[in-house]
């Protein structure tokens, strides 16, 4: 069978490397684009058989090196999107600019679709730049090409992820766990599997001029999130909620780390819940059932952070990946 063509950014992400899986074992060939084919090339190399994975190195978007390989695509996916900015206008050119380009280029190239992954909840969020930034990127988006997908997830987590390994870290280590907002914002986590899944069905329909909230089969707080972490790691912490005023102090100074655990502006996000909304259709209007709960999924990788684990005495669990 003739293999069909699909150009990815941000490959190497959680969602990226889960995809890439799913995608080169049901015969598409998958076009992988990072900023650093030694750094972060290696993680891909193993994902796919050989043959159905290319892997291609762009610093620079801009360059004419990118219409080559939207001239050999039929679809393009973005999965590139960063939590936090390390120089000024960062959100505006990764969330806004760089979507932009790429819905341009697959209407210029005559794509068949363009599938860009942006957040669940971020209309509501008036004052945080990643926020803003997420949505004006949505909006050039659909100006540039009809047949963009624009999926919206709420938290997704995995083995893989930057989310739950990064609690259990914590959790690991400190002896209490600050609550933000009394810990009752609600989330719907997705299991990295289940939105691949959505993906992949996004990719074998007819879909295209959609926005879909993608959500996980349950509504958790914060506070149950961190209290089925710690059953899962077997631990026991002091969960203390933080007054709003400390709680920013605590962020303005946490955002100055080279990664930072909160800022400013994720601590404006937090206030709002992550579930699904009436503005959009979601997974469910389309049939497309998520299957993993949080709990059974975490259980299935936690003992890396309990007593004696790989990482249960370690700050960032992502040093060692
Ligand atoms: N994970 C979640 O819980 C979640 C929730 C809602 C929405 N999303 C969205 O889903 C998308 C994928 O998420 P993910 O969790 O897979 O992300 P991830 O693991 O953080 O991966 C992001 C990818 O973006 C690329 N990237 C990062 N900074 C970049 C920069 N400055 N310039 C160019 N490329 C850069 C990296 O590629 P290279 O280093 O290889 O170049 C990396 O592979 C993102 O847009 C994210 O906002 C994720």
Redesign the pocket.
């Known amino acids: 069978m003739k293999q069909k063509e699909i150009l990815l950014?941000?490959?190497?992400?959680?969602?990226?490397r889960n995809l890439i899986r799913k995608l080169t074992n049901r015969n598409y060939k998958i076009i992988a684009?990072?900023?650093?084919i030694h750094?972060?090339?290696y993680i891909l190399k193993t994902q796919a058989n050989p043959g159905y994975l290319e892997l291609v190195e762009l610093k620079n978007f801009q360059n004419n090196k990118i219409d080559d390989l939207f001239q050999k695509s039929k679809i393009c996916i973005?999965?590139?999107?960063?939590?936090n900015e390390?120089k000024k206008d960062?959100f505006k050119?990764?969330?806004s600019d760089?979507p932009a380009l790429l819905s341009k280029k697959s209407n210029d190239f005559q794509l068949d679709k363009f599938i860009h992954?942006?957040?669940?909840g971020i209309e509501k969020v008036a004052d945080s730049n990643y926020a803003l930034s997420?949505v004006d990127g949505e909006k050039r988006i659909r100006q540039n090409f009809q047949k963009s997908v624009i999926l919206?997830?709420?938290?997704?987590?995995s083995v893989?992820?930057?989310?739950t390994t990064k609690f259990m870290s914590l959790l690991s280590t400190l002896p209490f766990m600050p609550l933000y907002y009394n810990g009752k914002t609600k989330f719907s986590p997705i299991h990295v599997t289940d939105l691949v899944d959505i993906i992949f069905k996004i990719i074998e329909n007819k879909y295209n001029n959609l926005v879909l909230e993608c959500v996980g089969p349950e509504v958790l707080t914060f506070k149950e999130i961190i209290q089925k972490l710690l059953k899962s790691i077997n631990k026991k912490r002091i969960l203390l909620p933080l007054p709003l005023p400390f709680a920013k102090l605590t962020a303005k100074f946490l955002q100055l780390l080279p990664n930072p655990l909160l800022t400013e502006d994720q601590l404006k996000m937090l206030k709002y819940d992550n579930c699904k909304s009436e503005n959009f259709k979601n997974n469910y209007d389309l049939g497309y059932i998520p299957k993993k709960k949080f709990e059974i999924e975490i259980n299935k990788y936690s003992y890396n952070w309990r007593s004696g684990g790989q990482f249960s005495n370690q700050v960032d669990s992502n040093k060692s990946k």
């Open positions: 950014f941000g490959a190497t992400g959680q969602i990226g684009v990072t900023r650093n750094t972060a090339g973005n999965l590139i999107g960063i939590l390390k960062e050119l990764i969330h760089l992954l942006s957040a669940l997420k919206k997830p709420s938290i997704v987590y893989d992820d930057k989310f």
